[in-house]
Every structure is written in C-alpha cells, then in structure tokens.
C-alpha cells in the first residue's frame, strides 16, 4: 500500500532569512511552540488514559499564561470598543488554525451582540474554502496578504488584529503592516516574544504557552490561548459598548427559537416581571430586547426608547439612565 499523496504545488526549501516588507522573518532563536515537549516523550506509547492526562496537564498551563497578558487584552477591547463606537470595524486576520479561530469568533458576534457582519471580520490565507480545507501555501506570502487586507480598505477608524501562533506568517505580517501604513490600529495575538508581527502592531498580545504536546501543533494549547484571548477582545469591546446588562446578553438577535427563549428569560431577570408580561413588551418593542428593557427599566414608550438608545450609541444603561459613556 502507497501511503504517498500528490503535492498541489511544489514548494521549494528557502534559507532560513526571508525579507517580509520592511522586516526578516529569521530563525535566529528557538521558536517555543515548535519545540519538543519533554512532558509528552513517548507520547506513541502512552495509554489513551495516560494520553489524556498529558494533554489535560498542559492544557491547564493555558489560563495562565494569558493571564499574564491581561493588561495588553485590556489596552485592545478598548481599542476595538471605539472603533466600533466611532463606525470602524474589527478585522482579523489569520492563517491556518489561528485562521480558523479568528473566523469562529468574528462569525459569532452577530447572533450574540446583534452587530452587523461588516463591523467584526475576518481575513483567511487561501480565503473561506481554507476554512475546511488546508491551504498552507499562501501563508508563504506577504503580498497575498496585502492584496487581501486591500480589498477592505481600512483606514485609521479600523482596528486590524493579526493572528499568529508562532508570530512569522508572512501572510499575517504583510496584511498588519499594510493596514498600519494606511492608519489603521494593529494588535498581534501570538504565542511567542519578538517577533516580526510585534514588530508591525501597535499593540502585541502574547501567551507563552510553551511546546505543545505534539511538536509544533498549534491546534493545541496555541489555539486554545487565541480562543480565550479573542473571547475576551469581542466580550470586552461589547460589554463597554453596552451590548451587556449586568452579565446578560440583552443585544441578543432572536432569530431562532432559542434566542427567542433566552431573550424572554433576559428580560424577565432584568425587569423582574413574569413571562406574559415580557413577551407583551418584547412584542411592542418591535422583538428588540434593548428597547423592551428601555422601555420597562426607564418607563418610557417604545419611541422614547429609540431615542434614548440612539443617543447612547445602543448602550443600554446609558439609555436607562439617558447619559453618555466616554470609551
């Protein structure tokens, strides 16, 4: 049996220096999340219990090294915050697995916050077919991905956040750097210190989460530590926008019969009343959990509703109290 497959394209083996822009992604130290893991030696011989465990024990390594980049998440959420006040958008972009996440969590905001799919968006090397298929070659490729983030256009209102485990996808870094050069804010999500992504960011976000259990797959523990920190950046930015009531998703788009669900419970927790009387409101605030809380929690009609929330920018305990936040 031939276990061989077909190569799509044949990728000839570079010298270790690689001129991306203005900036040589070079090997000259040990890339961690590339490193063998002593923890996982003889990983092939381990039980599926043993296996288990091993992935288990690194993984709770993850919490705490973005716990360590708190402060940089911090400076980010309120970055993406005004941007999204003051009408930019969000734009991530990523390749392979960080890709993939940055896609996940760009995709979610809708559903949960009720943003518009142009406000939060993702960019992905090979483009959203790469999303089920692998597409690894164009990551080889700063000028795809200046070509790539050209096509949005952004511009000094925006905020372009790269994703990259290992923080040297050319594709990454020449999307960042074209963005900063036309004024848009830059933030880097990474595993690794100095790297040519930082280099290009305004802001870098980094969680040394060290080797993963299979060298260099960065599915793992990588992946895991840009989940978090993307939850964080997107909850962040939208809680600060008001898109939050307490802990309550009350900018939830009711578009299915669970979201109708959880949009009924939200109102009755905030407003303290029963079922009947928050499905009635709901449906005079035209299905909007923001203007039914409005109207209950500041006892005003739907049309005063609307103006308030309006002039807070849809943040609804503003609108309650019918003040403005300064971001």
Same mark, same amino acid.
């Given at each position: 049996m031939t276990l061989e497959a077909p190569l799509e394209r044949t990728v000839e083996l570079q010298p270790l220096t690689q001129k991306v822009g203005t900036h040589n992604v070079s090997d000259p130290v040990l890339i961690t999340t590339e490193t063998a893991n002593a923890a996982s030696? *003889?990983? &092939?011989?381990?039980s599926a219990?043993?296996?288990?465990?091993?992935?288990?024990?690194? &993984?709770?390594?993850v919490a705490t090294a973005v716990?360590?980049?708190? =402060? #940089?998440?911090?400076?980010v959420i309120d970055m993406v915050a005004r941007a999204l006040r003051d009408g930019g958008r969000l734009i991530y972009v990523g390749a392979g697995s960080s890709g993939r996440i940055a896609s996940l &969590?760009? @995709? #979610?905001?809708?559903?949960?916050? @009720?943003?518009?799919?142009?406000q939060v968006q993702y960019i992905m090397a !090979? !483009? =959203?077919?790469?999303?089920? @298929?692998?597409?690894d070659v164009n990551e080889? @490729? =700063? #000028?795809?991905g200046q070509r790539d983030i050209a096509r949005r256009r952004p511009t000094r209102k925006d905020v372009v956040i790269g994703v990259s485990a290992s923080g040297r996808t050319p594709y990454v870094i020449g999307a960042v750097e074209y963005a900063r050069a036309r004024g848009a804010k830059t933030a880097s999500v990474t595993c690794n210190q100095k790297t040519p992504l930082s280099e290009v960011s305004d802001t870098t976000i980094v969680a040394e989460v060290g080797p993963e259990v299979v060298s260099g797959s960065t599915r793992m523990k990588a992946s895991t530590a840009q989940k978090m920190i993307l939850n964080m950046i997107t909850t *962040?930015?939208?809680?600060?926008?008001g898109y939050v009531y307490d802990n309550l998703m009350v900018n939830v788009h009711m578009k299915n019969a669970k979201l109708v669900e959880r949009g009924i419970r939200v109102l009755m927790s905030v407003c303290d009343i029963d079922r009947e009387t928050a499905i009635r409101t709901i449906k005079s605030a035209g299905k909007s959990i923001p203007i039914a809380v409005v109207m209950l929690k500041a006892n005003v009609d739907k049309m005063e509703a609307v103006r308030r929330l309006t002039k807070s920018d849809g943040n609804v305990r503003l609108a309650i109290d019918d003040s403005r936040l300064e971001l």
């Open positions: 030696a *003889g990983f &092939d011989m381990k219990l043993e296996i288990a465990r091993i992935i288990n024990h690194e &993984d709770a390594k716990k360590k980049a708190l =402060p #940089e998440i911090a400076i &969590d760009a @995709s #979610e905001c809708p559903p949960t916050y @009720s943003t518009l799919p142009s !090979g !483009g =959203p077919k790469a999303l089920a @298929s692998a597409s080889d @490729s =700063p #000028e795809i *962040g930015a939208m809680t600060r926008l």
